[in-house]
């Protein structure tokens, strides 16, 4: 099936850009998802991007897809501390809806 | 518009009794999940509905785990005879049929002592 990983941990000051990265196994994945958890609150999906796209482009986010290494990558633009959160990606193998998630990259935004 | 809802928020329970976790969608979304998140982890897939019946239950972790949504809309998850191993957070997702975004509720902490 389909495994996701991301680094764990990501800090920047407030007003550069974010970059977290994500790799994953299954190149058939049809979308692949980019969620934002705030502590003690659900999952926010933020944007996602078809497999046959390279780049999604959503106000402050960029979302990057290069299918032939397996890896997606979110941008944030002149991050703000709001941004602080966990972000997961995720994916589903072909022909199912079940989402497989990453292990959530943590990022700290200093002020 | 109301988002995915869940009761409880917390439930504590002991070792070897039963729970009941609820989850209310969205309205007119007829595909539901159910996934558990330990703490440091993503959430893990457990059983995903379209309509009244289960499309897929190949995460459900054993046989004490089962759940239902006889009427299309509300689900329930039951959990038999818990393990402290049980303790995490329970996340449920709806989706309309003909995509696969889920939105999310924020959650059942469930704590097994």
């Known amino acids: 099936g389909e495994d996701v990983e991301q680094s764990l941990f990501l800090s920047v000051r407030e007003g550069d850009s974010s970059v977290i990265n994500c790799t994953y196994t299954d190149s058939s994945s049809t979308y692949l998802y980019w969620y934002k958890q705030e502590p003690g609150a659900g999952l926010q999906l933020l944007t996602y991007i078809f497999s046959n796209m390279d780049m999604k482009q959503d106000q402050r986010l960029t979302v990057l897809l290069n299918k032939k290494d397996k890896h997606l990558s979110l941008r944030i633009a002149d991050t703000q501390t709001g941004d602080s959160a966990i972000y997961f990606c995720a994916g589903a193998d072909t022909g199912r809806r079940a989402l497989t998630f990453g292990s959530g990259t943590r990022l700290q935004v200093q002020p | 518009g109301a988002g995915v809802s869940q009761t409880p928020s917390n439930k504590v329970t002991e070792k070897g009794k039963y729970v009941e976790l609820r989850c209310d969608p969205i309205s007119g979304h007829t595909a539901l999940y159910w996934y558990r998140q330990s703490l440091g982890q993503g959430p893990e897939f457990l059983i995903y509905?379209?309509?009244?019946?289960?499309?897929?239950d190949s995460g459900l972790p054993n046989d004490r785990f089962f759940a239902v949504r006889p009427e299309g809309s509300v689900s329930t998850l039951k959990i038999q005879r818990t393990e402290r191993g049980d303790s995490a957070v329970y996340l449920c997702?709806?989706?309309?049929?003909?995509?696969?975004?889920?939105?999310f509720g924020p959650g059942t902490r469930l704590t097994v002592l």
């Open positions: 509905f379209q309509g009244t019946g289960a499309a897929d």
């Open positions: 997702a709806s989706s309309l049929v003909g995509n696969n975004e889920q939105f």
